[in-house]
């Protein structure tokens, strides 16, 4: 793997936009796009592709998890970006355009200039148990919500 410094100047990034479908990539040494399935057969594809360079993306639910853990075990860095510092750079540098192939571009373009450290997967336990900590935030935000509503009701059957 290459340093901070050598990643900048030789330009050896490739950034994915991800979604459940499709994995938009951009290689920064080449200027060339392509799209590949979002599938562990696509990953693997994606993976011979990049040719060992970095690879930036956004995290996106569901969808980016298998990503980060396939180039985990591939050896490749990753650079996890912040959805709206993506759109923040988007409109610092004038872009308006907003399609696939535009973020892939943009996630590059800014991992490389700003020097991005990469972030390694969260090993799996601490994974399930984040997972398990989020749902169970949702569910007493849902119960206290229902609480809340339950002083409003006059009927006896709806408070219950």
Not at 116 to 124: G, I, Y
Request: net charge positive; glycine share 6%; hydrophobic share 40%.
């Amino acid at each position: 793997m290459t340093s901070k410094g050598e990643l900048k100047m030789n330009h050896s990034i490739v950034g994915v936009d991800v979604s459940k479908d499709w994995l938009d990539a951009h290689r920064r040494a080449d200027g060339k796009d392509r799209r590949f399935a979002n599938t562990k057969q696509g990953r693997q594809s994606l993976v011979r592709w990049t040719k060992g360079a970095y690879v930036a993306f956004e995290p996106s639910g569901l969808y980016h998890r298998a990503l980060e853990r396939h180039l985990a075990a591939a050896g490749i860095g990753a650079v996890k970006i912040n959805p709206l510092q993506v759109r923040r750079f988007a409109e610092a540098v004038g872009t308006r355009a907003k399609t696939d192939a535009v973020d892939a571009r943009l996630i590059a373009a800014m991992a490389a200039q700003l020097d991005l450290p990469t972030t390694a997967p969260l090993p799996e336990p601490t994974r399930l148990l984040k997972a398990l900590q989020i749902a169970r935030q949702g569910l007493v935000k849902d119960r206290t919500a229902a609480k809340n509503r339950a002083h409003s009701h006059e009927d006896t059957f709806l408070k219950r």
